[in-house]
C-alpha cells in the first residue's frame, strides 16, 4: 500500500506512504517511536518523512497529555486526506503558474521588436491558459485546504448533471462516447 500511496502523490516516498499506511491501520495517534519500531525503519528516516507529509497537509502532529513526545494522525478520512492535498497542491501550482506568467509580462514591459512581440504573444496564452485552469478550481471544486470527501461531493451532484458533464468533458478533449452507450446498452 505504501508504493501504491508515493505513486499517486509527488513528493511522498515509499516509506512516506507505508507512514500514511500504518497511520490509517493504527486505532490512534502513533508516535514516532512507533512508527520507526512498526515500519523497522530509522528514527531519522521516519521523522523527515512525517516533516514531509505534515507540509503535505496529509498528517499532524499531535501532543499527548502527560508525555514528552507527540503523537502522528491522518488529518482526516483515508483516501479523503490524499485527495484533499493533491487538490490543494495542484491548486499551488496553478497560482504559482499564473503569477509567473504576469510576472513574466511585467518584466517584459513595453519590449519591442520581432522577439520580445512573439515572446510576449506566448506570455499571454500561457497566461491565458493558466487563468482558465485557475477559475476551473474556484468554479468546480471547493477550495479547501485539508481532507476532500470526494464520494460526498459525488454524491451531493445529481447523475443528470454529472452525466452532462462527463458528456462535455469527453467532447472537449475529442473522446467518444462509452461503447456501451454507443450501442444503446447501458
Known sequence: MGAEIAASF???????GQIVAALYLADGP???DDLSLTLGRSKSNVFGNLKNLEAAGIVERQRVSGERFDAYVLRGKYPDVIIGAYLARLRRVVADKRALSQRALTLLGDARGKDADALRTRL?????KYDRFGVLFE???PGTDGPFDLEAFLDAVPVQVLSVLATVARRAAGLSAPREKRNGKK
Open 139 to 141: 468554479a468546480l471544486l
Open 10 to 16: 509527488p513528493g511522498v516516498t515509499r516509506l512516506g
Open 124 to 128: 499571454h496564452d500561457l497566461s491565458r
Open 30 to 32: 502513533l508516535s514516532m
